[in-house]
T-cell receptor, first 115, second 114 residues
């Protein structure tokens, strides 16, 4: 069973459309994240949620809206898609340990292409 | 601004060679340093390092952190073609509620030829 799974894996859509990417983890973690990997392969954090509460929001346009219905799910909704939104979006999860490092596990990525 | 720099950016070796990948960081509040291997899909976790000078090993891979030099190395001995991948270094930030916030380097592309 995949520990962090996200759907869809591939998405091609037109500018201006609204789309969602879903993510689920079965690791029992309390924290989930969205990371974006651009064409230069840099991975950058977008959001994190801990027990359904938004913790990190890294200067992301408000066209991007994460939603966490429970601690095992974190979805990403994107409004009015732009060409520059084309990227790979990775969902991830971890425990949120405050007194030691956190091992973060990634899903397989959702390849979004905006045309 | 927090920064993680990896070197070299790419490396081509032959099977059986030993490689050393470097990662240096400038982070205001350091919690841990992580190494990931990325093939075509998800970054796969390799190591998490929090203490300086303690080597972590997994098979042919090993890694060590030097907090004084703000750097880490990842060693791969007796490389195999299956080691071909992008190796990512990331530093976890410790501050406020930003646990789990990783700043990634640009990665080292390793190609191992038979």
């Amino acid at each position: 069973d995949t520990a962090v799974s996200q759907t869809p894996k591939y998405l091609v859509t037109q500018m201006g459309n609204d789309k969602s990417i879903k993510c689920e983890q079965n690791l029992g973690h309390d924290t989930m994240y969205w990371y974006k990997q651009d064409s230069k392969k840099f991975l950058k954090i977008m959001f994190s949620y801990n027990n359904k509460e938004l913790i990190i929001n890294e200067t992301v346009p408000n066209r991007f809206s994460p939603k966490s219905p429970d601690k095992a799910h974190l979805n990403l909704h994107i409004n009015s898609l732009e060409l520059g939104d084309s990227a790979v979006y990775f969902c991830a999860s971890s425990f949120q340990r405050t007194n030691s490092g956190n091992t973060i596990y990634f899903g397989e990525g959702s390849w979004l292409t905006v045309v | 601004e927090d920064k993680v720099v990896q070197s070299p950016l790419s490396l081509v070796v032959h099977e059986g060679d030993t490689v050393t990948l470097n990662c240096s960081y400038e982070v205001t509040n350091f919690r841990s340093l992580l190494w990931y291997k990325q093939e075509k899909k998800a970054p796969t976790f390799l190591f998490m390092l929090t203490s300086s000078g303690i080597e972590k090993k997994s098979g042919r891979l090993s890694s060590i952190l030097d907090k004084k030099e703000l750097s880490s190395i990842l060693n791969i001995t007796a490389t195999q073609t299956g080691d071909s991948a992008i190796y990512l270094c990331a530093v976890e930030y410790a501050g406020g509620t930003s646990y789990g916030k990783l700043t990634f380097g640009q990665g080292t592309i390793l190609t191992v030829h038979p």
